[in-house]
């Protein structure tokens, strides 16, 4: 059975940092591009950041640019967000990703979220 589950949301107050995990199971997780979605409330989901399958290339978007970033471990089937800089407007419920790549290309898997919230 396929699982996506996040870990280390919780309340920072602006200018700290938070470490989300995601921890999969249930697929090769080398195959899949791992990625972190947020989606504000009566908005649409809102791409975070992404990594390759070998890990060596990164994408983020351009409000976390030089504050989050992104890293996965194949030993532990895991993808780390470090999330620094916090700002209020970064609040939201942070998504876990899996997106197949090669034979298993189209497989598209999601996690539950945890909740960041940045306040004072």
């Known amino acids: 059975q396929v699982q996506l589950v996040e870990s280390g949301g919780g309340l920072v107050q602006p200018g700290g940092s938070l470490r989300l995990s995601c921890a999969a199971s249930?697929?090769?997780?080398?195959?899949?591009?791992m990625n972190w979605y947020r989606q504000p409330p009566g908005k649409e989901r809102e791409f975070v950041a992404g990594?390759?399958?070998?890990?060596?290339?990164?994408t983020v978007a351009d409000s976390v640019k030089d504050r989050f970033t992104l890293s996965r471990d194949d030993v532990k089937n895991a993808v780390y967000l470090q999330m620094n800089s916090l700002k209020p407007e970064d609040t939201d419920v942070y998504v876990c990703?899996?997106?197949?790549?090669?034979?298993?290309?189209?497989?598209?898997?999601w996690g539950k979220g945890t909740l960041v919230t940045v306040s004072s």
């Open positions: 990594i390759s399958t070998a890990g060596d290339s990164t």
């Open positions: 990703n899996a997106f197949g790549s090669g034979w298993y290309y189209g497989a598209d898997y």
């Open positions: 249930g697929f090769t997780f080398s195959r899949f591009f």
